[in-house]
């Protein structure tokens, strides 16, 4: 089993990106609505992948990303940030922050587990 953790402030989208990612049988999903319970949850539940939003209220993407990498449990856990920003420079800085990739949002539910199942190698 691959585990994904989905981590988006938007209830609806997680729901969606639940659902298209257990599309995939290889794919166990949880999903977490903030940065600060995604931090807890990674360390605890060891994902093979966060998927992570961008721009949320409190904690954002980046800043998530980088408390992830602070702690020894979490430090090498593979992240891609899903975002609406896609211009060419900003996708750019989330890959030099050390982001295994960028997905584009909306994403289409039908393809989002083949694009996961490539950032996975």
Same mark, same amino acid.
């Given at each position: ?8 402030? =938007? ?10 990612? !257990?599309? =995939? ?44 990498? !602070?702690?020894?449990? &979490?430090? &090498? ?40 199942? !490539?950032?996975?190698?």
């Amino acid at each position: 089993m691959t585990r994904i953790l989905y981590v988006d402030d =938007e209830a609806d989208i997680r729901e969606v990106a639940q659902m298209s990612l !257990e599309l =995939e049988p290889d794919f166990e999903v949880q999903t977490c609505a903030s940065g600060a319970a995604a931090i807890g949850h990674a360390a605890a539940w060891q994902p093979d992948l966060v998927l992570l939003d961008v721009m949320m209220p409190g904690m954002d993407g980046p800043t998530v990303f980088s408390r992830l990498r !602070e702690q020894p449990e &979490t430090a &090498t856990i593979p992240v891609v940030f899903i975002t609406a920003r896609t211009q060419a420079a900003e996708v750019r800085g989330f890959l030099d922050l050390g982001a295994r990739g960028v997905l584009a949002k909306p994403f289409d539910p039908m393809t989002l587990s083949v694009r996961v199942r !490539e950032l996975l190698g």
